[in-house]
């Protein structure tokens, strides 16, 4: 054994909690600072941590736990209940930003054919700018109580929904990467994967159910849970050539209803905040190259920025109208659908590890969580402050 990766997560741990304390302070999410921590500590300043291959493959594993986090706070009553309309600003929400960030990397890198090599790291760019999290908004809209109005349901609801479509984007766009790969086989194991993991989820779902009903609340739902995840990630690489963070999101979904989610959740948390959480945020700075940031870089992070926020406010915004939505409450959908987090940062390490884009990329994504989990909760504010003050004048 290598003792000194001990003391490499040893280090990555106690950075990490630090500068997580510190962003929270700075009314950050905690990402942000685990993030500047991985940085700090990585060969771009201090150098007290280098990417080894334990540190890349424990970063693997945190992304597949918190993509299965993610599947088992899905609510999927919620999200039958929301019908026609969520699914529709979602779709707005993924093909706008996805146009977007495709044409901006174009504008920049310049146009190549399509099929090419070059041609999907330009998609892949306007990939990373599908995902949305909601949780800053949630908080925000709870914190106005505004959270259980029509509009904050339906940016809830279409944020999930956003998700979801986004990982199927991803997975498809990975997919066609491989030369040797046709575009029909990529669609067609895409959708062979998704039936079968229907099929096999139903099986699941009650074998589950009925243990949870004779072992409520036990430590074996959790850690069959976590075998789910891994086996079903498994065989979305292996089996069927699509992303293994699919098949993990997936898992949560397939026992997301079970009466027992929220304590599956709770302990595959305590996994991820104390040990495999960390290691992945941090990697990622470990793995982000401030070395070669250039003038050009910073000017295509700040494009990336602004064209990442427009593109959910135009697109979320545009079709929030067309279904009826008036005056600013089309806006507070745009707006509330720009956040960005942790998805865009698996989405962005998944491209990474596909040759789909560099590392210093990464810091263009950083800079977005950070600009959008900042300004979100401000304009949110000011547009619900201005409708409340036209009710009361009309209320008068």
């Known amino acids: 054994m290598e003792y000194g990766i001990l003391l ?3 280090i990555i741990i106690v950075f990490a909690k630090i500068f997580g304390i510190l962003a929270r302070f700075l009314k950050a999410p905690q990402v942000v600072g685990q993030i500047i921590a991985g940085l700090i500590i990585g060969p771009s300043v201090l150098g007290l941590v280098n990417q080894s291959t334990f540190i ?3 970063a693997e594993i945190g992304v597949l736990i918190l993509m299965f986090s993610a599947g088992l706070e899905t609510n999927l009553r919620d999200l039958m209940k929301t019908g026609l309309k969520a699914l529709l600003i979602a779709c707005a929400g993924v093909l706008v930003p996805l146009i977007g960030g495709t044409l901006l990397h174009m504008a920049f890198y310049g146009t190549s054919p399509m ?3 070059e ?5 892949f760019i306007g990939v990373i700018m599908t995902a949305t999290s909601v949780s800053i908004t949630v908080q925000t809209l709870r914190d106005m109580g505004k959270l259980k109005g029509t509009v904050g349901t339906t940016i809830l609801s279409a944020a999930i929904i956003d998700d979801v479509i986004g990982i199927i984007v991803l997975t498809f766009v990975i997919g066609m990467t491989d030369s040797t790969t046709k575009p029909t086989t990529v669609i067609v194991n895409t959708v062979l994967f998704f039936i079968l993991a229907i099929a096999i989820g139903i099986v699941i779902y009650f074998f589950f159910k009925k243990y949870d009903a004779k072992h409520p609340h036990t430590r074996r739902i959790p850690i069959l849970g976590l075998a789910l995840c891994f086996a079903m990630a498994y065989i979305a690489e292996v089996y069927f050539g699509i992303a293994d963070i699919t098949g993990a999101y997936v898992a949560g979904i397939i026992l997301c209803s079970l009466k027992d989610s929220e304590y599956i959740a709770e302990k595959m948390d305590i996994n991820s905040y104390m040990l495999f ?7 990622i700075g470990l793995k982000t190259d401030i070395s070669e940031f250039s003038s050009a870089l910073a000017i295509f992070c700040i494009a990336f920025v602004l064209v990442a926020l427009v593109t959910k406010i ?3 915004g545009l079709m929030s109208r ?3 939505f008036k005056g600013l409450d089309t806006l507070k959908i745009g707006v509330g659908m720009m956040t960005r987090g942790e998805v865009a940062l698996i989405v962005a390490q998944k491209g990474l590890s596909a040759g789909l884009i560099s590392s210093e990329y990464f810091t263009a994504v950083i800079l977005l969580i950070i600009i959008s989990s900042i300004v979100t909760p401000i304009l949110l504010k000011v547009l619900y402050s201005k409708t409340d003050k036209a009710e009361a004048t009309e209320a008068q």
């Open 8 to 10: 490499d997560l040893a």
């Open 56 to 58: 890349v493959e424990m």
């Open 115 to 117: 099929g090419s090599t």
């Open 119 to 123: 041609f999907y790291k330009s998609v």
């Open 277 to 283: 959480g960390p290691v992945f945020f941090a990697s």
């Open 314 to 316: 135009v697109g979320c």
């Open 322 to 324: 067309m279904l009826g």
